[in-house]
């Protein structure tokens, strides 16, 4: 939800949608130049969270921030940006600030996973509670978080005592490799995450089709149920019973690149439940198969 008129507004457009959680920009996500709310633009927010049926917020770091990078000043720029976020998270009472891990480019990927780790470390040294969720990439070039296990390395690298967690992005989750598209497959993953990470530490979920196959290492959103996870993988993801309660967002194009609309919205919440009654449904059938091979 865009803020623009001041961040109290992002609440009201997410009411008008149908949200139940809303993902925003604290400052242009194409711009260095950082923002932080003063005390009248919390007021405000506060009030009209209060008001509202929005039960999270969830900021996003900039796009341009790359917190592996070799480049001092883009790290030092990235570390100032990161910051800025966590603040205004800490301001809001943001259920966190969700990162993109940063990119090793053509370098050596252990290296880079220490320098992201310093730089996030650095970040939360200079901000107070608000969560940090590094967020699963699609694996194109040197991004970092491409698997499980590389989560898992960067989260351990940074030792926050528990404040840095993950999000888990549907598209890019199937575009690295991860199967998702049935309860099997997307149970699969999250066993994976409780083994290496914790399911404790998902702190939130980006819901987005993909444009491009399985494994194609390529980061393109499709709206909900049209692209090659469909409308059953879909389901899957949002049923996942290690999800319950978390917040989820959107990200997709929406109809006319208009951003996700009320329609898509509901759409999800369809899916979620259709989702549910197919993994009832399947715990039914269990017990009647074990009393048949007794017999």
Known sequence: MSPAGGVARAIARGVERGCESIQIFNQS?????GREYGPEEVAAFTEAMRESPIGAVVIHAIYLLNCASEDRDMRAKS?????????AGDAIGASGVVLHPGSAKTGDVKRALKRAASTIRKALADSDHCPLYLENTAGAGGTLGRSVAELAELL???DAG???????DSCHLFASGYDIRT???MDAVLAEVSERIGLERVG???????????GSNRDRHANVAEGEL?????AAFLSAPAFEDLPCVLETPGEKRSGPGAAEIARAGELREQ???ARRRVRRRRPARTAKRKA
């Open 183 to 185: 309860p099997a497959g």
């Open 29 to 33: 996500p194409r711009m260095w130049k």
């Open 204 to 214: 939130c979920l980006h819901l987005n089709d993909s444009q491009t196959p399985l």
């Open 230 to 234: 469909g409308a059953g993988g879909c």
């Open 162 to 168: 528990g404040r840095v967690g993950v999000c888990l």
């Open 79 to 87: 570390l100032a940006s990161l910051t800025t976020s966590l603040r």
């Open 156 to 158: 351990e690298a940074c």
């Open 275 to 277: 989702g549910l009654e």
